[in-house]
């Protein structure tokens, strides 16, 4: 989002990565965990947006949308198991109290990891009644997103003309296998586990995009964590501010260095089957 602002926004981001840590974003639950639904407690995480995202914020999104720019945001409805893409721009141009307070439940729904931070509970209206629904983090049923699948990609020409279109992608995580020795434990191989099922589910929606955008004749641009980057947060503490420092600069130094966008995805496990012979 704070991209989407614009470059005054910059040292947002920069605070975000290199100031906030695990200590100012939640602390861990004992005996409620679960009662609660979830293994954290971050009333931290969610005062620290709504203080960020104020009225003021808000008010400049809907200031874009009423420029022409769009802002889409993700979460998974747990009971439906359905991406739900909100239009923020939307959202904020309506300018009410009741709007400010969904933009933000917005936000804090798709950072929402399930069974680690609480999933959010939106109060939606349908045919004249309200419902609650749980949502989590869009991540869940789709990383990243550009059109529906059921689109016919090969119209969007005759739509909008033959006007130059460009797709950029931003992937925070490693695109491809990175070998890391895994303990014999039920604890060590269930988090790699659920690591390698992200990677691979992100993989998955970034050659989708990729396939999408070639059909659309869109010119593809991604960005990614390379495996030259080599550090990792300390145990237990997956928001370390020197790891997450760390991070920003070298985000920064490859943007400096014009190092970032990748024209298609890196290739990905290629194998080679050796010829067979076979003796008659």
């Keep these: 989002m704070f991209a989407y602002l614009g470059s005054e926004y910059d040292h947002f981001l920069e605070r975000f990565y290199t ?8 602390r861990k639950r004992l005996l409620s965990a679960f009662s609660k639904g ?5 009333q931290r995480f969610e005062d620290l947006v709504r203080d960020t995202i104020d009225a ?34 939307k959202i904020a141009s309506l300018g009410t109290a009741e709007a400010q307070r969904l933009f933000q439940n917005i936000v804090i729904a798709s950072s929402s990891i399930p069974g680690v931070f609480p999933p959010v509970q939106l109060e939606v209206e349908y045919r004249g009644k309200l419902y609650d629904e749980l949502h989590v983090d869009g991540g869940i049923s789709r990383q990243v997103f550009l059109f529906p699948d059921s689109w016919d990609f090969s119209s969007i020409s005759s739509v909008l003309g033959e006007q ?27 988090i790699r586990s659920i690591l390698t099922l992200i990677k691979y589910q992100g993989r998955g929606d970034v050659l989708r995009i990729y396939q999408q955008s070639q059909d659309a004749k869109m010119d593809f641009n991604l960005a990614y964590i390379g495996l030259e980057f080599n550090e990792k947060p300390r145990k237990g503490r997956p928001f370390d501010e020197d790891y997450m420092a760390k991070l920003f600069q070298y985000g920064y130094s490859r943007a400096i260095g014009h ?5 298609e995805p890196p290739e990905f496990d290629t194998l080679f089957l050796p010829e067979l012979f076979i003796d008659e």
């Design 19 to 26: 100031e906030i840590g695990d200590e100012q974003l939640y």
């Design 38 to 42: 979830s293994l954290l407690n971050i």
């Design 56 to 89: 003021t914020v808000i008010s400049e999104v809907g200031e874009a949308y009423s420029n022409g720019r769009l802002l889409f945001i993700g979460t998974t409805n747990l009971e439906t198991q359905r991406l739900v893409i909100w239009d923020m721009g």
């Design 164 to 190: 130059e279109r460009r797709v950029y992608v931003i992937r925070n995580d490693e695109f491809v296998p990175k070998w890391q020795s895994v303990p014999i434990g039920i604890s060590a191989i269930t």
């Design 259 to 263: 190092q970032v966008w990748k024209s």
